[in-house]
């Protein structure tokens, strides 16, 4: 679509914003809105497991309010009490103006009864004067945005004051040409975030070919025609008549091991990094920007050889692995986690370290955690788990299949990944340019979008 842009700008006489079209007018927030930009309240109500909804940051995403993410229900009592200083309605925009999600936004498309907490800021539009979806969608813009960071404060956290937000300038276009606007970026954003699902939807795909292909290696191996036996263990099932079966402890050079129980203070590049639960990416690699490190008199016991695998022991992160290689550099490990060490003999570090990327891994993980009251899994209790035993030339074979198919499903992702990030930035760049007077959709012709059921 060829966009022509607007015969002739101004400057909006804001840094952040930049030029916008010549005929229109700049005005801050509190001159758009029929009620003062207000905000949930400060007090701490009980919250419940039932009642009405209250709403706060952690439901913000997408442009929508995620009922399945609140923080939980209050009491119709509080509900009443809150609604005094500010009740939710159809229409109002909300953005979080504190903590590490500060400026997502989110627009009220229910007649739900529900309420807010303080780190929302809620902004109820004069229709006046400004359309509330012209106003949501330029909230999302490049130089909105950019101007929420430029007002930020700091204390413990990120914040911005409801003082800054109501002062937050606005280019205004006439009231028809808003609602133009509005129409044409809620068709284009529509075609593109369709894109973006169908490319996550690959994503997840791929994902779970990679997790079935790991899950057939290296508990049936590589031949479809090889005769099974039945493993005795009713959550691995049949194997190849050939393998072993060994409890995780038996494939273990030395018992399983707890790390240091030390706080993670230094960030001396010089000295051997820590590494704990939350420094693990999901694709086996470590974050760079979370690095902490051990005096080296402090990591000597709990020093990692190449190939350790680390468990994680408790929390959500139950079950979660690692693989440790020397390329990272000499590093220690957490007591939240256990360091499993192979016996090279009986198990490749690596086929372990698949294994415990199995799907069927991850079933009796998930099925021992519904059994216990608290989410934890000792040394003893990754001891006990069964391990398939190819022999290890086959062992080697497997890994190196996974390997190479690794390599081509990590190209893939890396593909769509970076298809993605190219959408999403387009996105914001076709925000940013029609609510700012950079390119003139006042001649498109949109085309009728279905109802809603």
């Given at each position: 679509m060829n966009l022509s842009r607007y015969p002739a700008h101004k400057s909006s006489?804001?840094?952040?914003?930049?030029?916008?079209?010549?005929?229109?007018?700049?005005?801050?927030?509190?001159?758009?809105?029929?009620?003062?930009?207000?905000?949930?309240?400060?007090?701490?109500?009980?919250?419940?497991?039932?009642?009405?909804?209250?709403?706060?940051?952690?439901?913000?995403?997408?442009?929508?309010?995620?009922?399945?993410?609140?923080r939980g229900h209050i009491a119709e009592e509080d509900h009443n009490l809150f609604s005094k200083k500010y009740k939710p309605q159809r229409g109002d925009i909300y953005l979080v103006k504190s903590g590490a999600t500060t400026g997502r936004l989110a627009i009220v498309e229910t007649d739900v009864e529900f309420n807010i907490w303080s780190p929302l800021a809620a902004i109820r539009c004069d229709p006046e004067i400004i359309d509330r979806y012209f106003l949501f969608f330029y909230m999302h813009s490049k130089e909105f945005q950019t101007g929420i960071?430029?007002?930020?404060?700091?204390?413990?956290?990120?914040?911005?004051?409801?003082?800054?937000?109501?002062?937050?300038?606005?280019?205004?276009?006439?009231?028809?040409?808003?609602?133009?606007?509005?129409?044409?970026?809620?068709?284009?954003?529509?075609?593109?975030?369709?894109?973006?699902?169908?490319?996550?939807?690959?994503?997840?795909?791929?994902?779970?070919?990679?997790l079935a292909v790991i899950t057939q290696a290296v508990t049936r191996g590589l031949n479809p025609a090889a005769p099974l036996r039945?493993?005795?263990?009713?959550?691995?099932?049949?194997?190849?008549?050939?393998?072993?079966?060994?409890?995780?402890?038996?494939?273990?050079?030395?018992?399983?091991?707890?790390?240091?129980?030390?706080?993670?203070?230094?960030?001396?590049?010089?000295?051997?990094?820590?590494?704990?639960i939350t420094d693990i990416k999901e694709d086996g690699t470590l974050h760079e920007d979370t690095f902490r490190s051990l005096p080296p008199e402090v990591a000597e016991p709990f020093l990692l050889e190449d190939g350790d695998l680390l468990l994680a022991r408790s929390g959500?992160?139950?079950?979660?692995?690692?693989?440790?290689?020397q390329t990272w550099g000499q590093a220690a490990y957490a007591g939240y986690l256990i360091r499993f060490r192979v016996e090279p003999k009986v198990l490749t570090a690596r086929f372990g370290y698949y294994f415990l990327r199995s799907q069927l891994y991850w079933a009796f993980i998930n099925s021992s955690l519904i059994q216990a009251t608290i989410q934890n899994f000792s040394a003893e209790k990754y001891a006990s788990i069964n391990v398939?035993?190819?022999?290890?030339?086959?062992?080697?074979?497997?890994?190196?299949?996974?390997?190479?198919?690794?390599?081509?499903?990590?190209?893939?992702?890396?593909?769509?990944?970076?298809?993605?990030?190219?959408?999403?930035?387009?996105?914001?760049?076709?925000?940013?340019?029609?609510?700012?007077?950079?390119?003139?959709?006042?001649g498109v012709k949109i085309p009728q979008q279905p109802e809603q059921p």
């Open positions: 006489r804001v840094t952040w914003l930049g030029d916008i079209a010549e005929d229109w007018d700049v005005r801050p927030i509190k001159y758009l809105v029929i009620t003062p930009v207000t905000d949930g309240p400060h007090a701490t109500p009980d919250i419940l497991s039932e009642g009405i909804p209250f709403v706060s940051a952690e439901a913000i995403n997408h442009g929508k309010i995620n009922f399945d993410k609140i960071e430029l007002s930020w404060s700091f204390g413990t956290q990120q914040n911005i004051g409801m003082g800054v937000i109501e002062n937050l300038d606005v280019p205004i276009p006439s009231l028809a040409e808003q609602q133009q606007i509005a129409a044409f970026l809620d068709w284009k954003t529509g075609q593109i975030d369709a894109l973006m699902a169908r490319k996550k939807e690959l994503l997840e795909k791929l994902k779970e070919k990679r039945d493993s005795g263990i009713p959550w691995l099932g049949h194997v190849p008549e050939h393998w072993e079966v060994r409890r995780l402890k038996f494939t273990a050079s030395e018992r399983l091991q707890y790390g240091a129980n030390e706080a993670a203070e230094l960030d001396d590049l010089d000295c051997p990094r820590y590494i704990r959500a992160t139950v079950g979660k692995s690692f693989q440790y290689l398939p035993l190819p022999p290890l030339d086959e062992q080697v074979a497997i890994v190196a299949e996974l390997e190479k198919q690794k390599t081509q499903t990590d190209k893939l992702e890396e593909a769509i990944t970076q298809a993605i990030a190219r959408l999403t930035e387009y996105r914001t760049a076709l925000i940013t340019a029609a609510t700012t007077g950079k390119i003139d959709v006042r």
